[in-house]
C-alpha cells in the first residue's frame, strides 16, 4: 500500500512539474492544410499548459492561447490553379531546382528575424522564458535559431511523412532507399530494379541539392542563425503518418507518429446536405481537391468530362467547388465548403474523389470510404499510392484522363466490394491504437519538458563524424591489420622456409 502510494505521489509531483508550460509555437506555411496540422497539436497542448503561437493565418486569442501575426512574414497561399500547380511542382526538378538563384527561404528567415516581436522575444532577459518550442521545420536551419537563442528545446511538427533529406541531420541516421521509399519518390513500394534505382536517384538529388543550395547560401551571405550546432537539432519529431498509411519502415525512438490528430467527434451535418445524402438511393460521391486547388481553374475540357461524366452515373455528386458552373444535371450538389469529416462519416457516401491530401486520406480511412485519387504534388503520389497498395483506391492522371476512363473506375471502386471491404479494414486498423494521437502529444511533450530536452532519446549517430558512421575508420584499421598480419606471417613463413633450406642445404654437404 506504501509502495502504491509513493508511486502516486510521484506522479502527481511530474504531472504538476509540468502544468502550465510555457510553449512557443511557429507555424512559417500560410497554407490551411499546415495550419490545420499544427493547430490541431496546439489545441491538445492548451488545455493544460499556456501556448503563444507566431502564425500568418490567425484565428483569435483564447483562454491559454495567445498568437501573434506574421502574416506579412510569411506567405499565404490562397487555392492555386491546379494545372499550374502541376506544371511548377509536379515534377523533382521544378520542385526543387538544381540551382536555384537565390534561396527565397533565407528571405524570410531574415523577415522573420526582423519582425518586431520575435526581435521582443529573442530579448536576453526572455531566456528561459518558455519551456519548449514547436515549430514546423519548413524554414528550420534558421527557426532553430529562436530556441537556441530562449535556451530551450524544440520539437518539430512535420504535416507530412518524414521529410527525407532531414532524416540523417535530425536523427544521426536513416533508413535505407533499398526498401523505404523518399518521400518525393511517386509509390509507396519498390517492386523491382528500376523501382529502386528511381529511388536511390531521388534519395541522393534531395540531400544533395539542398545541401550545395545551403552551403552555397551560408558561405555567399552568411546570417546570425547560421550557427552549425543549432541547425536540425529537435529532442523530438510528431509526423502526420500512421502504418496504415505508410510502408512500414525503422523509426528512431523519439519520432512519434500522430497520424489523424485532426480527426474530430462526428457533428451534425446542415439539413440540406443531410437530405441530399439520405435521398440518394444509389448512395453519394464526394469530390474536393481540398485546400489547395481551385476547381474553377481547371480546364475547360477536363471541367467538361468531369460534368459530363457525373451526369451519367447513378449516385449523386457532392462537389466542393469554388465558383459557378453551368450545364450541371440534378444529381451534383457544389459549394465553396463541405464539412469533410463529417460528409465522409455518413453511410451513404460510397466514394471520395481527391487530391489526395494527406489530412483527406485519413478523413477517408477513417471513414472505411474508398478513394479515386487524382495526385498532384509533393507528397500526395505517395500517399494515393499507400490507398493502392492497400487495395482501397484506385489512381488517375488529372491532365490525362478521359471520360470512358474515369466512369469505369468509378464504377469498380463502388461496385467492386472487394474495395470497400478492404477500405473498412484499414479504418478497423487504424482506429485500433493502445493510445490516440492527442494522448501521444501530451505526453511526448511534458515528457521532453520534465526531462530537460530529454537528450537521452538522440542517437549517438549525431556525435559521429560521417567516416565513422559509414566505419571508414574501422575498416581502415580492420585493412591495416589483416596487412600487418599478414606482412608478418609472410616474415614467419619466409624466414621458416630459409631455414628449412638452409638446413637442408647443409645436410647434404655432410652428407
Known sequence: ????????????????????????????????????????????????????????????????????????????YAEENAERMI??????????????????????????????????????????RYDVVVLEPFYSPCLSYLAHRLRVPEIYAIPSSMITPMEMLIFGTEPSPSYVPNLLYNGPVMDGFAQRLTNVAVHVYVKVVPWLTNVRMMYSEPKRYDVADVRHKPALVFINTHFITESPRPFPVNMIQIGGIHLKPRENLP??????????????????FGSVSSMSTLPNRIQQILIESFAQVPQRILWKYDGE?????????????FPQRDVLLHPNVKLFISHGGISGVYEAVDAGVPVLGFPLFYDQPRNVGNLVNAEMALSLDLLTFNKNEFLKTIDKLINDKN???????????FKDRPMTPQDLVLYWTEYVIRHNGAQHLKSEALNLSWYQYILLDVIFVVIISFLVLVYLSYIVFNFIYLRFKMYSNVKIKSE
Not at 511542382?89 to 518586431?116: N, Q, T, V, Y
Not at 474495395?419 to 486498423?429: E, G, H, I, L, S
Open 87 to 128: 506544371e511548377q511542382f509536379g515534377s523533382l526538378i521544378k520542385m526543387l531546382p538544381p540551382m536555384p538563384e537565390r534561396s527565397h527561404e533565407r528571405d524570410m528567415c531574415d523577415a522573420f528575424f526582423d519582425h518586431e516581436p520575435v526581435k521582443r522575444l529573442m530579448r536576453a532577459e526572455n531566456a528561459g
Open 1 to 76: 500500500m506504501r509502495m502504491e502510494l509513493s508511486l502516486l505521489v510521484l506522479a502527481a509531483a511530474q504531472m504538476s512539474a509540468v502544468l502550465g508550460a510555457r510553449i512557443l509555437a511557429v507555424e512559417p506555411i500560410g497554407s490551411r492544410s499546415h495550419w490545420q496540422y499544427m493547430r490541431s497539436i496546439l489545441d491538445v497542448l492548451t488545455a493544460r499548459h499556456q501556448v503563444t503561437v507566431i502564425t500568418p493565418l490567425p484565428t483569435g486569442d483564447r483562454e491559454n492561447y495567445t498568437e501573434i501575426d506574421a502574416s506579412h512574414v510569411f506567405p499565404i
Open 325 to 337: 458552373i453551368k450545364n450541371l444535371s440534378d444529381n451534383v450538389m457544389t459549394r465553396k465548403w
Open 419 to 429: 474495395y470497400t471491404k478492404n477500405a473498412k479494414v484499414a479504418a478497423k486498423r
Open 271 to 288: 439539413e440540406d446536405i443531410l437530405d441530399f445524402i439520405e435521398k440518394s438511393p444509389h448512395g453519394v460521391i464526394y469530390f474536393t
